[in-house]
């Protein structure tokens, strides 16, 4: 309906009455009341049995400041019949209708950011860099009804594309300084070193790869992987379920790219080498390193079964990855999206909506740092296309370890019996 109509049967309707007989932005028929200095109803879309309240989304949009922009020309249609309504069109028309934004009370804290800028990491700059550290949700979690709203406000408005990327650069830091505290020769050098710069520790005391060793390192392993997991935006979004599925995605994703890139960026992947964690090497095309025999586990054994896996990564990542030059910000975001590749399978259906808007989230900041250029996004693409082969690695692993664990030929540290055999968290007390 054009506007000088729309607004000449609201004069008609104010000379009958000072107070207007159905909304003035949606023409609902339900009684309005007076909010920020216009009439509106107090509920949208009730035919959905979704609540949503036109000054409540006024506020929030003035409070957190949110410019929507419209795909049509701002010519879409705000009805209370309409299920998906234009987010720009509403606004405009909340203001247009006399929705004041001064009338709109200042924030007392609960919706102020907590900013953290980091100095420049990839080479590109941009004034939106800022953003939150905290994973904890806008709006209060222990409201049931509105929980899937509150999920979808706070994906959308805590980070934008950018922040998200810059999020996952800055917990890949942390990482690697937290990985050589863990098993460097130099811990205390992440003192000296400023917190912006990415380093991978090259003085690992290098060894062929044997169990015993790795049993010692699992626990340092899950500790990486949680403190990732946990610093990893909307992380309180999810249940305990799906905090599970994702620990143990990060758990194994650790193991298999760091140390690939850790094998990359060392140029270990030159001589021939695989370095798993803890710089753990064993020789790809030759059997001379790392294949030694270890109690019930024989040379034949482990070459039979763990090197196929190890070449498996060496030319789908590893030599990807050398041909790519893969830089330490794209590593990262990479990273990222093969967590919620890898796991989004097995979320559960709240989760997996959670996770698809994350997985877009780092795509479009990644292609916000090419700068969408046509020549170097297809970088994009040959990135995108490393993780085509990450599911069968994950999968030839978790295989792998499960053999040694049903024959027992190995005796496995406790996390990893149980991230193998799926045991959630309401079984591990038990």
């Given at each position: 309906?054009?506007t000088?109509i729309?607004?000449?049967?609201?004069l008609?309707?104010?000379?009958?009455?000072?107070?207007?007989?159905?909304?003035?932005?949606?023409s609902s028929?339900?009684?309005?009341?007076?909010h920020?200095?216009?009439?509106?109803?107090?509920?949208?879309?009730?035919?959905?049995?979704?609540?949503?309240?036109?000054?409540?989304?006024?506020r929030?949009?003035?409070?957190?400041q949110?410019?929507?922009k419209?795909?049509y020309?701002?010519?879409c249609?705000?009805?209370?019949?309409?299920?998906?309504?234009?987010?720009s069109?509403r606004?405009?028309?909340c203001?247009?209708m006399g929705?004041?934004?001064?009338?709109v009370q200042?924030?007392?804290?609960?919706y102020?950011?907590r900013?953290?800028y980091?100095?420049?990491f990839?080479?590109s700059?941009s004034?939106?860099?800022?953003?939150?550290f905290?994973?904890?949700p806008?709006?209060?979690?222990n409201?049931?009804?509105?929980?899937?709203?509150n999920?979808?406000?706070?994906?959308?408005?805590?980070y934008t594309?950018?922040?998200?990327?810059?999020?996952?650069?800055?917990?890949?830091?942390?990482?690697?300084?937290?990985?050589?505290?863990l098993?460097?020769?130099?811990?205390l050098?992440?003192?000296?070193?400023?917190?912006?710069?990415?380093?991978?520790?090259?003085?690992?005391?290098?060894?062929?790869?044997?169990f015993?060793?790795?049993?010692e390192?699992?626990?340092?392993?899950?500790?990486?992987?949680?403190?990732?997991?946990?610093s990893?935006?909307?992380?309180?979004?999810?249940?305990?379920?799906d905090k599970?599925?994702?620990?143990?995605?990060v758990?194994?994703?650790t193991?298999i790219?760091d140390?690939?890139y850790?094998t990359?960026?060392?140029?270990?992947?030159?001589?021939?080498?695989y370095?798993?964690?803890?710089?753990?090497?064993?020789s790809?095309?030759?059997?001379?390193?790392?294949?030694e025999?270890?109690?019930?586990?024989?040379?034949e054994?482990?070459?039979?079964?763990?090197?196929?896996?190890?070449?498996?990564?060496?030319?789908s990542l590893?030599l990807?990855?050398?041909n790519?030059?893969m830089?330490?910000?794209?590593?990262?975001?990479?990273k990222?999206?093969?967590?919620?590749?890898?796991?989004?399978?097995d979320?559960?259906?709240?989760g997996?909506q959670?996770g698809?808007?994350?997985?877009?989230?780092?795509?479009?900041?990644?292609?916000q740092?090419?700068?969408?250029?046509?020549e170097v996004?297809?970088?994009?693409?040959?990135?995108i296309?490393?993780?085509?082969?990450?599911?069968?690695?994950?999968?030839?692993?978790?295989?792998?370890?499960?053999?040694?664990?049903?024959f027992n030929?190995?005796?496995?540290?406790?996390?990893i019996?149980?991230?193998l055999?799926r045991?959630?968290?309401?079984d591990?007390?038990?």
């Amino acid at each position: 309906m054009p506007t000088n109509i729309y607004q000449n049967n609201l004069l008609e309707q104010k000379k009958i009455s000072n107070k207007p007989l159905s909304c003035t932005i949606c023409s609902s028929p339900e009684v309005p009341s007076k909010h920020f200095g216009c009439y509106s109803c107090t509920a949208y879309l009730k035919n959905n049995n979704n609540y949503i309240l036109f000054f409540l989304i006024f506020r929030r949009s003035v409070v957190l400041q949110i410019d929507f922009k419209c795909l049509y020309d701002n010519i879409c249609n705000v009805n209370y019949n309409i299920k998906n309504v234009c987010k720009s069109c509403r606004f405009n028309r909340c203001l247009l209708m006399g929705m004041r934004r001064d009338k709109v009370q200042k924030p007392r804290g609960r919706y102020l950011k907590r900013e953290c800028y980091m100095d420049e990491f990839s080479g590109s700059k941009s004034d939106s860099s800022s953003l939150s550290f905290t994973s904890t949700p806008i709006l209060p979690k222990n409201n049931s009804n509105n929980n899937n709203s509150n999920k979808n406000l706070a994906i959308d408005d805590e980070y934008t594309s950018e922040s998200f990327v810059n999020q996952l650069i800055f917990m890949e830091q942390m990482t690697e300084k937290r990985r050589k505290i863990l098993t460097g020769c130099n811990p205390l050098t992440i003192l000296r070193d400023p917190i912006e710069e990415y380093q991978i520790d090259k003085s690992y005391k290098m060894v062929p790869f044997n169990f015993k060793q790795f049993n010692e390192c699992i626990r340092g392993v899950c500790l990486l992987s949680f403190d990732y997991l946990t610093s990893m935006p909307f992380y309180n979004l999810f249940n305990e379920e799906d905090k599970y599925i994702l620990f143990r995605g990060v758990f194994f994703l650790t193991c298999i790219l760091d140390s690939s890139y850790f094998t990359y960026k060392t140029g270990l992947y030159k001589q021939g080498y695989y370095a798993g964690i803890e710089g753990m090497i064993s020789s790809i095309y030759d059997d001379n390193y790392g294949w030694e025999t270890e109690g019930n586990i024989t040379r034949e054994m482990k070459l039979a079964l763990l090197k196929p896996i190890y070449k498996n990564i060496f030319e789908s990542l590893i030599l990807p990855m050398s041909n790519l030059e893969m830089k330490p910000w794209e590593f990262a975001t990479f990273k990222g999206m093969a967590i919620w590749s890898v796991c989004c399978q097995d979320l559960t259906i709240e989760g997996k909506q959670i996770g698809k808007k994350i997985e877009n989230l780092i795509i479009n900041g990644l292609s916000q740092k090419y700068n969408n250029n046509d020549e170097v996004s297809l970088r994009l693409g040959q990135i995108i296309l490393l993780m085509t082969n990450l599911h069968v690695i994950v999968k030839s692993i978790v295989e792998f370890f499960t053999r040694i664990d049903i024959f027992n030929l190995i005796e496995l540290d406790n996390v990893i019996k149980d991230l193998l055999n799926r045991k959630f968290l309401y079984d591990i007390d038990k």
